[in-house]
């Protein structure tokens, strides 16, 4: 039988061959280098579309990878696509969009400046939860277009990205009280614009974490 860890190194050996080794060091969980190539965003999009790594595959339209700028300084991270995102092969769609995109204005972030992503790269059935398998065959994508993107600070939107991303599994409400870092860049966490949408008092606290993000962005992009 194939632990998780032996199916994670097969399934880099097929991305990237043998050219990939992990940093222990600055992370509990394993993290990936991106190849040692040129490779750009858009070859890396290329070279995953047709990933058949997980049951996703078959509930989906279309591989949904990611959407904005190839050289931005922020990187807004959510959990899957929704059935609009599915059809429409955007990370964020609907009033999902509208709200993220309000909350980023309203810090002055230009939209076309920002990078979006998930975590899953296929619409879960039903708009389900993504599963602890998923999860782990398709974060590896994930990786890997952070380090092509290389953003200055991350927003993780949810449960989902947050524990993703920084290998834990606290809570959104504990985790937004935190300094968090994926490697060496600062996480903000909060919570996700369709869980705002179905229980606006969330928005107080996500109105306090997107600022508390701009002035460290900040401090640190200028
Ligand atoms: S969800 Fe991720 S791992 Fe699963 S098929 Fe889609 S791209 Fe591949």
New binding site residues.
Partial sequence: MITEVQNYFIHQSEIYGKDFYLDLKKSSSVVTEPPPTTQTIEQFNSE?KD???????KS?TQ?VFGSGASDAKLMCVGQAPDSDSDKQGRPFSGATWELLSKILLAIKFPIDDIYFANV???HPPENRDPQEI?IT??LP?LNTQIELIKPVVILALGRTAAQSLLGVRESVVSLREKENYYRDIPVFVTHHPGDLLKNSELKRATWEDVQKLRKVFDELAN
């Fill in positions: 995953i990933c058949h790594k997980c049951e996703l595959s989906r591989l899953i790269k296929c998923e065959e398709c994508f």
